[in-house]
C-alpha cells in the first residue's frame, strides 16, 4: 500500500500534466509521443517539458505531437516540425549543430585554456620566487651586520 502511494507520488506530476483525451489508442505511439513530450520545452513554463506542464500551450503542443506520429511523422520530423515553427528554443536540450556548436565547444575550451594560462603562472613564478646567491659584497655586509 505504501509503495503504490510512492510510486503514485513519484509520477503524480507527469501523470496529470497529460490528460486522458490526450491519450493514444495505440501503446506504441502513446510511448513514442511521451518520450519526444520529455525533450520539448514548454514555452510557458520556465525549463518544464510540455510532458510535466499543465499550461494550455503545452497541451496544444503535446496535441500537435500526437497528431504528427499518427500521421505518420518520425519522430525526427515531428522535431523539425516543432523547431521550424518554434525555433530551438522548443527543444530543452538543443542541437549541437551550427551557431549553437560555438556554445557547445567554448565552455570547454574556455576552461582548458584558463587552466593552462594558470599552469605557465604558476610555474613561472615559482621559478622567479627562488632567491640568487648573495654577492660577496653582500655576504661582508650581512656578517657586519650579524657581528661576526
Do not use: H
Not at 26 to 46: H, N, Q, W, Y
Amino acid at each position: 500500500m505504501i509503495r503504490a502511494a510512492l510510486i503514485w507520488l513519484a509520477l503524480a506530476g507527469a501523470a496529470f500534466a497529460v490528460e486522458p483525451d490526450e491519450i493514444l489508442d495505440d501503446p506504441v505511439l502513446e510511448e513514442r509521443a511521451r518520450e519526444l513530450s520529455k525533450g520539448i520545452r514548454c514555452l510557458v513554463c520556465r525549463n518544464e517539458s510540455i510532458d510535466e506542464s499543465n499550461a494550455e500551450l503545452a497541451r496544444d503542443l503535446r496535441i500537435l505531437v500526437r497528431e504528427r506520429l499518427v500521421e505518420g511523422d518520425t519522430d525526427d520530423q515531428v522535431i523539425d516540425f516543432l523547431v521550424s515553427r518554434y525555433g530551438e528554443y522548443v527543444l530543452l536540450t538543443p542541437r549541437a549543430t551550427g551557431a549553437n556548436l560555438v556554445l557547445w565547444v567554448a565552455a570547454p575550451v574556455l576552461l582548458l585554456g584558463g587552466l593552462g594560462i594558470a599552469v605557465v603562472y604558476l610555474r613561472s613564478r615559482r621559478k622567479s620566487d627562488a632567491p640568487d646567491a648573495l654577492s660577496e659584497e653582500e655576504k661582508a655586509r650581512l656578517a657586519d651586520l650579524m657581528g661576526e
